[in-house]
């Protein structure tokens, strides 16, 4: 093998190398998505959905005694902020139909939103116990799991959810971000593009539908829904780093090397992440910019230090750059990690989650 060829081969073993680092960056990423969409998605009822508030409010006022009034208004004063009265009307409907779901449901979701996780988990309980089937528990408990880090029981939240309504976009879409944070990638592929047929606007979905391309090598594909995304949202800094990633793959040539490298720096300008200085660093050390790509892996593992992929980047790098002391050092915290996450791979509580 010539020269040429065997430093094409080494590029081209560190680009299909950046397809390894997923469940950190997809559970971050769909932490601050729940935080800002909120921990339970608001399904209006389709009778409520069609008056306006002070019909619900004059409804509820005439109709003491009717279930459905007083559940149609207190869903109204949820999606208007109002939580302290809902928390009543709820409370009465409670009292008024201890049988029924709903009220638990509705409770429960009050206490998630105020950060309550042990007392929305047992009213969601208290729900399914009266309605295994209680969308709104169901999609509550989901995203407290999804929070708590019990992927697989958060995946079978979603996937109930989808049993009963195979049209949810947002089922789908988070079904798809979980699976591909437990490196499911062919099922997350398939639940998010099944999101995006059924929202093709939604900008989180596309975002997270080209990082799972670009992981399951369909960089062309990637290259394509992440552009997408910046068209619309050039502030992404996630979508732009994934864009660098796909970039670097597609195109290791000198030239295709400085357009990727350009694509992070304006990742890094939009705001710094850790993912932005990985792939950064994966592009120097392609172009054999030993120490900025040092500077560059060492500067994501301070904002990441659990992520174990940048040492496995930092002990190649430094490697290549005859710095043999940190190429062990790296390497030893990669293993490290590695360790532990297959122990946490085999603890009883993931073995005791719902499969998937």
């Not at 339970?40 to 459905?68: I, Y």
């Not at 206490?111 to 309605?131: K, P, Q, T, V, Y």
């Not at 997270?208 to 960089?219: E, P, W």
Request: glycine share 6%; charged share 25%.
């Amino acid at each position: 093998m010539t020269a040429s060829g065997a430093g094409s081969v080494a590029i081209r073993t560190r680009i299909l190398l950046s397809v390894v680092c997923v469940g950190t960056l997809t559970l971050a990423l769909w932490f601050h998505h729940t935080r800002a969409a909120g921990l339970v998605s608001v399904k209006p009822d389709p009778v409520s959905a069609t008056l306006d508030p002070a019909t619900l409010a004059q409804r509820a006022q005439e109709r003491p005694d009717s279930l459905q009034a007083q559940l149609d208004y207190g869903e109204m004063l949820v999606k208007m902020g109002r939580l302290d009265e809902a928390a009543s009307v709820f409370t009465h409907c409670q009292q008024m139909a201890a049988g029924d779901s709903r009220p638990y449901a509705w409770l429960g979701f009050l206490a998630a939103s105020a950060h309550d996780s042990r007392e929305a988990r047992r009213l969601f309980g208290e729900a399914l116990s009266r309605n295994a089937d209680d969308l709104t528990a169901l999609r509550g408990l989901a995203n407290l799991d999804a929070q708590a880090r019990r992927v697989h029981h958060a995946v079978a939240g979603f996937a109930h959810i989808i049993r009963l309504q195979p049209k949810d976009a947002d089922a789908w879409q988070r079904l798809g971000i979980l699976c591909m944070a437990d490196r499911q990638f062919d099922r997350s592929l398939g639940a998010l593009s099944t999101a995006a047929t059924l929202d093709p606007n939604d900008l989180v979905t596309s975002r997270f539908l080209g990082i799972v391309q670009l992981h399951a090598g369909r960089v062309e594909e990637a290259t394509r829904s992440l552009n997408a995304v910046l068209a619309r949202q050039p502030e992404d800094a996630e979508a732009r780093a994934a864009l660098a990633n796909a970039m670097m793959r597609l195109d290791s040539s000198p030239m295709g090397l400085t357009a990727a490298e350009q694509q992070a720096n304006e990742c890094l300008r939009t705001r710094p992440i850790a993912e932005g200085y990985r792939t950064r660093g994966q592009i120097y050390t392609a172009q054999r910019r030993f120490q900025e790509a040092i500077q560059d892996y060492q500067t994501a593992i301070k904002m990441e230090p659990n992520t174990r992929y940048a040492y496995l980047l930092l002990s190649q790098c430094a490697a290549s750059a005859g710095k043999p002391d940190m190429a062990r050092k790296a390497s030893a915290e990669y293993q490290r990690l590695t360790r532990e996450l297959l122990i946490r791979d085999k603890t009883p509580s993931k073995r005791a989650d719902p499969a998937p």
